[in-house]
């Protein structure tokens, strides 16, 4: 009996000797740089011949399997990339995904917001417009990334002069951490719709305290229950 198919966006050596009751089929040969996700050791090479590249390796693999039986995705930009080209795929395949823009609502810690019924005090600071302090809520507030992992550039500001600081930080360093995302938005999201989704915003919540956090995955407790 033969194994699985199982689509891979990016190759995972560790889920392989993990799982070897499956056949994984990656897309493209190397890792997705995780490690390197906090330095801009790896960055610079996301040029946008990385991506169309990225693009093609996803298309010619399907080509190449079109009998695969699942698809694993490690990182939230792994389904995102996938998503990306099998909504445009013109080929049936045994597997469905869901589109682009769902995985990008709630991908989008914004746009996220949006949809939720109760959701906490929010706004956003889009950091290269003239009045980026337009939105301005009141301090503090916890400030992050819309698209980011690893809490990448999360803060909790507490006065305007710690924000100017972070505001500074962010123009020099922040486009070249999300440059994957806006890539594909560009290419696969109705901007009109999401017009936000393509700018370089942070979004400001409300600074919860004194609160327990959770999950629907699960969670634990401060005494490990």
Not at 9 to 37: H, Q
Not at 38 to 51: A, G
Not at 54 to 79: A, M
Request: some cysteine; glycine content about 2%.
């Amino acid at each position: 009996m033969s194994k699985p198919k199982i689509l891979l966006c990016f190759e995972n050596s560790d889920l392989r000797k993990k799982a070897p009751d499956f056949d994984f089929i990656a897309c493209m040969p190397e890792e997705y740089p995780v490690a390197e996700l906090t330095s801009y050791t790896k960055l610079e090479e996301l040029t946008v011949e990385r991506m169309r590249e990225i693009e093609d390796g996803i298309t010619r693999t399907l080509d190449e399997n079109p009998d695969i039986d699942g698809i694993f995705n490690d990182l939230d930009i792994e389904i995102l990339l996938l998503s990306a080209v099998l909504e445009k795929y013109p080929k049936k395949l045994n597997v469905k995904l869901p589109s682009y823009e769902n995985i990008f609502l709630c991908k989008n810690k914004y746009y996220s917001r949006l949809h939720d019924r109760n959701p906490i005090n929010f706004t956003y600071l889009d950091i290269f417009a003239e009045d980026w302090d337009k939105n301005l809520p009141q301090f503090p507030f916890y400030f992050k990334p819309t698209d980011l992992i690893m809490s990448m550039f999360q803060y909790v500001i507490r006065d305007r002069s710690q924000l100017e600081e972070v505001i500074h930080k962010l123009r020099q360093e922040l486009p070249s951490f999300n440059r994957e995302y806006k890539y594909f938005h560009e290419r696969y999201l109705d901007l009109e719709k999401y017009p936000l989704a393509t700018r370089h915003i942070m979004l400001c919540e409300e600074l919860v305290q004194d609160a327990q956090q959770i999950s629907w995955e699960g969670w634990a407790d401060d005494n490990g229950e």
